[in-house]
């Protein structure tokens, strides 16, 4: 493996663990394209790195964002069915064709896009700090308002379905599975974006795990590679999570939105 | 406790994938450097089952055992998904 390719996987990395800084994502969704279009890695090494990396991500955005952030209870019921959707996407890799898979989500990442771009001036806050969160709901200090606010988690089954999708595109494209998770609590389930961004970095983790171990284990991972698009996250990473802390909820939002329709795209072109 | 597990994998994890890095520059060291990266992966990849555990253990700490529970079943899981594919 050349030092120029390193470079370029560890540039890959940074630019991944920006954008997954940011917005709760693990950044395969780019990476994957970018390792095997712009550098010629195999499609198998590609998945292995790229879930690795969305568990450095997970690991990086967990260590910048405020503990309050995290929905613990939230995230353990995601972690579930992502885990469980990680582990039915290997069977249902056998029923769906590489086509039809990246056309289904590239239709969905759209809709998801267009849903936000709706909703950017909604809110999922309750600015009375006295109000109950209920069971999954969840209370926080947002310094953009300079005042506690409280969330309750709505439409729960929505939340227990698109898990259990996350975890079998996460298996399936090499992907965390926040790029849909995120999207899906800020705009169904009543989460805010910040909160719903570091519950799902929660869960990213233990998303890619499952398919981090299984290319391990089948000899997919090449260590150079992976330890470079690591540390490249670790840099990207430190970037995004400062500039998240100056940016406000509805630019995040807007940047979602504009990065799902990108994905869209992607995925399209990699049909 | 989850706090305490990230920092402490995030820091394992860069310490040793940097060295293995380094070592891989020089080509006197450079087959170390599979041997090491290698660890530090190893270290990358168990931090989320640890933090898993770590919130399993946090809820039942508070007595919330539905919660516990959802950790629990989501452990099992990952072992099992684990075992599914490498049998």
């Known amino acids: ?271 | 406790m989850i706090d305490l597990l990230v920092a402490v994998g995030s820091t394992a994890t860069t310490t040793t994938l940097a060295a293995g890095l380094l070592l891989w520059m020089h080509p006197d060291t450079a087959p170390a450097a599979d041997l090491v990266v290698n660890v530090g992966l190893l270290i990358l990849i168990a931090t989320p089952v640890a933090r898993l555990t770590g919130g399993l253990i946090e809820e039942a700490r508070a007595r919330e055992w539905r919660f516990a529970a959802l950790g629990a079943a989501a452990l099992v899981l990952l072992f099992g998904s684990f075992l599914y594919y490498v049998r």
């Open chain 1, 1 to 271: 493996m050349s030092a120029g390719l390193v470079v370029a996987v560890m540039a890959a990395g940074a630019g991944a663990g920006g954008l997954g800084a940011l917005l709760g994502i693990g950044g395969g969704v780019f990476l994957v394209p970018f390792l095997t279009l712009a550098l010629g890695v195999p499609i198998r090494q590609a998945l292995a790195t790229s879930l690795i990396t969305v568990i450095a991500t997970s690991s990086a955005i967990l260590s910048g964002a405020g503990r309050e952030l995290i929905n613990l209870r939230l995230g353990l019921v995601i972690a579930v069915f992502t885990v469980a959707g990680s582990l039915a996407g290997g069977i249902l890799a056998g029923l769906l064709s590489p086509f039809g898979l990246h056309v289904v989500f590239s239709g969905a990442t759209f809709v998801i896009a267009v849903i936000m771009l709706s909703r950017l001036e909604v809110r999922n806050v309750i600015l009375d700090p006295a109000a109950e969160p209920g069971t999954l709901g969840s209370r926080y200090f947002e310094a953009e308002s300079g005042r506690g606010i409280v969330y309750h988690v709505r439409r729960l089954p929505v939340v227990v379905a698109g898990s259990f999708v996350a975890g079998n595109l996460s298996m399936l494209l090499g992907v965390g599975g926040g790029i849909v998770t995120v999207p899906l609590l800020n705009t169904w389930c009543g989460v805010p974006i910040r909160a719903a961004a570091a519950t799902s970095a929660f869960t990213l983790g233990v998303t890619a795990t499952t398919g981090s171990i299984i290319y391990y284990g089948r000899g997919d991972v090449v260590p150079i590679m992976a330890a470079a698009a690591v540390l490249g996250v670790q840099v990207g990473s430190w970037a995004g999570l400062r500039i998240g802390q100056r940016a406000n909820a509805r630019a995040l939002k807007l940047l979602l939105a504009t990065v799902l329709l990108i994905v869209s795209v992607l995925m399209l072109v990699e049909a």
